[in-house]
């Protein structure tokens, strides 16, 4: 595996589920973060993860709980979502200090 | 707050050329950046420009920056069909994306 993987690619889930986003980095990078993208609406910085640390949480419910194990994988905990969570859910990765993210293909969520 | 922001659609013939046209707020940032987004995958980083360049060219791609204005454009010469995406302007002091322009191109 290269790059930055994402997996499931799609999701499908009810609103008393509860389901994990899973990403992986091979780039040998330290930052990581998960970003949320829905139709005609700017890309959302969601939770930032510098050397494993949560350095940036952008007003994200609590429905939403990021995990990072180590500085190679991250993981969005989600239950009890709404409908209007229904969007791709981006990971990318970077060095610390670089400006140059590179993102995984992301996970198509429905909320049903 | 800061934002960015684009057009959302742009439609061009193959062979002609493409501006993506993007403004934002925040007149502190280092960096501004364009990605691509091709169906079913993630954004990669197409190019960049440094605040204190007016003008930044690789290849197919010319970037103009006008700091007074703050505005970013992308210039796609001789746009090929494979060049259809949703291009995205960022600004990454802040982390913040635009909406993202539709590029579509017809033969």
């Known amino acids: 595996e290269t790059g930055v993987t994402q997996t499931p690619r799609h999701l499908v889930m009810g609103m008393t589920n509860k389901k994990s986003l899973k990403c992986e980095q091979h780039l040998g990078h330290n930052a990581m973060y998960w970003y949320k993208q829905s139709a005609k609406k700017p890309l959302e910085l969601m939770f930032v993860?510098?050397?494993?640390?949560?350095?940036e949480n952008n007003s994200v419910p609590s429905r939403f709980s990021p995990e990072c194990p180590n500085s190679s994988h991250l993981f969005l905990h989600l239950h009890t979502l709404q409908p209007e969570d229904s969007a791709l859910y981006l990971c990318a990765s970077s060095q610390v200090g670089s400006y140059e993210q590179y993102f995984g293909p992301g996970t198509r969520l429905t909320v049903t | 707050g800061e934002d960015v922001e684009q057009s959302l659609f742009l439609s061009v013939r193959e062979g002609d050329s493409s501006v993506i046209n993007c403004t934002y707020t925040d007149s502190s940032s280092t960096y501004l950046y364009w990605y691509k987004q091709e169906p079913g995958a993630g954004l990669q980083l197409l190019t960049y420009?440094?605040?204190?360049?007016d003008m930044k060219q690789d290849q197919r791609l010319t970037v103009l920056l006008n700091k007074k204005d703050k505005h970013l454009s992308l210039r796609i010469t001789d746009t090929q069909t494979g060049d259809s995406a949703i291009y995205f302007c960022?600004?990454?002091?802040?982390?913040?994306f635009g909406t993202g322009t539709r590029l579509q191109v017809f033969p």
């Open positions: 420009i440094f605040s204190n360049m």
């Open positions: 993860y510098s050397l494993e640390e949560r350095v």
């Open positions: 960022a600004e990454t002091d802040k982390l913040i």
